[in-house]
């Protein structure tokens, strides 16, 4: 990144970027019940898990895909 002012380079701030297979940049949606939210709702709290944490590792799981990121 270029400093306008002086033409300095200056480092990038935050998380280094993902290699591009695993960057998440499809979007999903799926409607549920109540009574499957609340399953969901209930397991993210036992692991404390977002609900979308814990429906990305079951996805993965259905697919054959074994999770070795952390979780978030």
Do not use: C, W, Y
């Amino acid at each position: 990144m270029t400093d306008k002012s002086n033409g300095s380079i200056r480092p990038r701030l935050g998380r280094p970027p993902k290699p591009r297979d695993e960057v998440r940049s499809e979007r999903v949606v799926s409607f549920v019940t109540r009574g499957e939210f609340d399953a969901l709702t209930e397991l993210a709290d036992i692991r404390g898990e977002s609900v979308s944490a814990v429906v990305h590792r079951i996805l993965r799981s259905a697919l054959g895909k074994q999770n070795t990121q952390n979780p978030g």
